[in-house]
């Protein structure tokens, strides 16, 4: 014999309001947690093309470097190829050098390696548009993104010669709301010698 409860209500199941509800709420949760997600991927994009642009510039850096603490050697003639390109800080415009942005002036260049044992370091002039964000996507590379200007500072008394040089790196990112939101600066200040 089957006994029936007294209390059907307790068994009954869900109605279809209820689960739209449930299904409304789960979409939502769902939605949120893809949204949040989707953030983060964006960010950790932004970083690669942050951290590959800073190795680049890193490694402008560093062939700066090289080339001026080897000047009266191997490196002679790039030291002062590199000398005679950069404008004097009483130069027409040199003044705002620094706030310049994304903007090429006409003394740019970038570095490379070349396969010439006397002159491991070559350097190329910058050819480019005035704003190199409009055109650059993703990570920058020297040429293409990345490109150095410099300020003489003529000697004075027994101070020598110097010059700040500014590594620039200008893109847009894939990620990016807007043109150019990438842009990276580091500054360099090397001694030189105008007789080589």
């Known amino acids: 014999m089957v006994k029936f409860?007294?209390?059907n209500k307790s068994?009954?199941?869900d109605t279809l309001v209820e689960v739209a509800i449930a299904m409304a709420v789960l979409g939502l949760v769902l939605?949120?947690?893809?949204?949040?997600?989707?953030?983060?991927?964006y960010g950790v994009m932004n970083a690669v093309e942050r951290t590959a642009a800073r190795g680049e510039v890193n490694s402008q850096v560093e062939m700066l470097r090289y080339v001026f603490d080897?000047?009266?050697?191997?490196?002679?003639q790039v030291a002062n190829d590199i000398i005679d390109m950069t404008k004097n800080s009483t130069d027409s415009g040199m003044s705002n050098i620094a706030s310049r942005g994304c903007a090429v002036g006409s003394g740019g260049f970038y570095l490379g390696m070349s396969n010439d044992a006397t002159e491991p370091i070559s350097v190329t002039k910058y050819d480019a548009t005035d704003s190199v964000?409009?055109?650059?996507?993703?990570?920058?590379?020297p040429g293409d993104g990345i490109w150095i200007e410099g300020v003489k500072h003529g000697p004075s008394g027994s101070v020598p010669g110097y010059i700040d040089f500014y590594v620039r790196a200008c893109w847009t990112p894939r990620i990016a709301q807007e043109i150019g939101q990438g842009r990276l600066e580091s500054t360099v200040r090397v001694y030189y010698r105008e007789d080589g």
């Open 5 to 7: 409860s007294k209390n």
């Open 11 to 13: 068994q009954r199941g």
């Open 31 to 41: 939605a949120s947690t893809l949204t949040v997600i989707n953030r983060s991927l």
């Open 70 to 76: 080897t000047q009266t050697g191997i490196n002679r």
């Open 133 to 141: 964000a409009d055109s650059v996507a993703a990570a920058p590379h």
